[in-house]
């Protein structure tokens, strides 16, 4: 029951991607919708996560037996979170270790982006912008697809955190579990530099 709650509460995140990149309700609604649900599935989300920090494993999102802890400091406090086996408490304290060294670079690669594109779309929504929309989609999918696969990638090169940190919103990774947050991360921003590739060989043949 757990998994398919975090299932169903990660589904949301996509869905803002979706409103955001495509616009289907046009620019100023679009925006709109997309910022109520970050605001409503944080306010849900967080708790939840809170709750069920040492019922599942926060590598491998399974629930069960919890035999290691990873306490995760955050801005407000520091939470205990579980973990089945010493692989995988060995796994996420490596991850954080890696994100927290590196939290400025990885903050500019998907905060950047996404101001600017939140900046166009409000732009465009108020009629005074003259950057296209496609330009600043593909923008922001080329610069965050590189940030989150080097990153899903270049973690195990990290030694395991002492005392873990996060100075980004913990919920988002628990909800599957970091490691299938990871191999997400890996396949859509697989995905999004090979079509951010193929429309700059396409501009380049014109």
Not at 95 to 117: E, N, S, T
Not at 139 to 145: E, G, I, P, S
Not at 165 to 191: C, K, M, Y
């Amino acid at each position: 029951m757990l998994v398919l709650q975090g299932v169903a509460l990660f589904g949301f995140i996509p869905l803002v991607l979706w409103l955001f990149l495509a616009q289907p309700l046009g620019p100023g609604w679009s925006l709109a919708l997309g910022t109520g649900i970050i605001a409503g599935h944080r306010a849900v989300a967080g708790p939840w996560a809170l709750r069920h920090a040492r019922e599942r494993c926060i590598w491998c999102g399974r629930p069960g037996r919890i035999t290691h802890d990873v306490p995760v400091s955050g801005r407000a406090a520091t939470v205990v979170f579980g973990a089945c086996d010493g692989k995988h408490e060995d796994a996420a304290r490596r991850f954080f270790g890696f994100v927290d060294a590196h939290r400025l670079a990885i903050g500019l690669g998907i905060f950047v982006p996404l101001a600017v594109l939140f900046a166009g779309t409000v732009l465009r929504a108020l009629g005074i912008s003259s950057l296209a929309h496609d330009v600043n989609a593909f923008q922001f999918r080329l610069v965050v697809a590189a940030t989150v696969v080097f990153a899903s990638l270049a973690y195990r090169t990290a030694p395991p955190a002492r005392d873990p940190r996060s100075a980004f919103p913990v919920h988002n990774l628990i909800l599957l579990g970091i490691r299938n947050t990871l191999w997400v991360f890996r396949l859509v921003g697989a995905w999004w530099l090979a079509a951010s590739a193929w429309q700059l060989t396409r501009l380049a043949g014109r």
